[in-house]
T-cell receptor
Framework: KAGVTQTPRYLIKTRGQQVTLSCSPI?????VSWYQQTPGQGLQFLFE???????NKGNFPGRFSGRQFSNSRSEMNVSTLELGDSALYLC?????????????FGPGTRLLVL | AQSVTQLGSHVSVSEGALVLLRCNYS??????LFWYVQYPNQGLQLLLK??????LVKGINGFEAEFKKSETSFHLTKPSAHMSDAAEYFC?????????????FGEGTQLTVNP
């Protein structure tokens, strides 16, 4: 099976712009989670989608949003970008999003905000 | 809220030496526990996980970890380090009392393997 894919892999934006990142989960997986990785804050949970519904949300401002489509592909959007949003954004998928399940991570999208 | 502490942000070992990466969690209810590895410019790959059953868990690439409830620990070990083990390692937990997938990660430990 193909792994989790994320597009684009690299992105450069300027402050105030918005950005949309895409994640395609492993075929058959219905749960998609997003994480932000920065040197200062480490890996932090953004949100999880299951069957097109947000099931869990981390402690991030409303500028961070996401959605999931009927084919389980997911997008996350960041509006009004700030310098501190520069990070590696990782997407992970699992079959049902169970807390015991292994999450399979994509390679990430590296976002640089100037 | 769950939290995970990894002692030592950087660990350096010689090739062939024992690898020991420490992880402690804070939770009144033992969580599910995971170790992930991240190679440069890549995502995270699961090494092993503990959910229920045997407290000594064997993973990929010769790694293993032991869940010790009394010490709230889940340390990762490998008897003999290989150069290819150089990477960043993350301990993570998921809360048994929540629904859906949500991992809380430790700060990570960068492992260096010296020839």
């Amino acid at each position: 099976k193909a792994g989790v894919t994320q597009t684009p892999r690299y992105l450069i934006k300027t402050r105030g712009q918005q950005v949309t990142l895409s994640c395609s989960p492993i075929s058959g997986h219905r749960s998609v989670s997003w994480y932000q990785q920065t040197p200062g804050q480490g890996l932090q949970f953004l949100f999880e989608y299951f069957s097109e519904t947000q099931r869990n949300k981390g402690n991030f401002p409303g500028r961070f949003s996401g959605r999931q489509f009927s084919n389980s592909r997911s997008e996350m959007n960041v509006s009004t970008l700030e310098l501190g949003d520069s990070a590696l954004y990782l997407c992970a998928s699992s079959a049902l999003g169970g807390i015991q399940e292994t999450q399979y991570f994509g390679p990430g999208t590296r976002l640089l905000v100037l | 809220a769950q939290s995970v502490t990894q002692l030592g942000s950087h660990v350096s070992v010689s090739e062939g030496a024992l690898v020991l990466l420490r992880c402690n969690y804070s939770s009144s209810v033992p969580p599910y526990l995971f170790w992930y590895v991240q190679y440069p410019n890549q995502g995270l790959q699961l090494l092993l996980k503990y959910t229920t059953g045997a407290t000594l868990v064997k993973g990929i690439n010769g790694f293993e970890a032991e869940f010790k409830k009394s010490e709230t620990s889940f340390h990762l070990t490998k008897p003999s380090a290989h150069m290819s083990d150089a990477a960043e390692y993350f301990c993570a937990v998921s809360d048994r009392e929540t629904s859906g997938s949500r991992l809380t990660f430790g700060e990570g430990t960068q492992l260096t393997v010296n020839p």
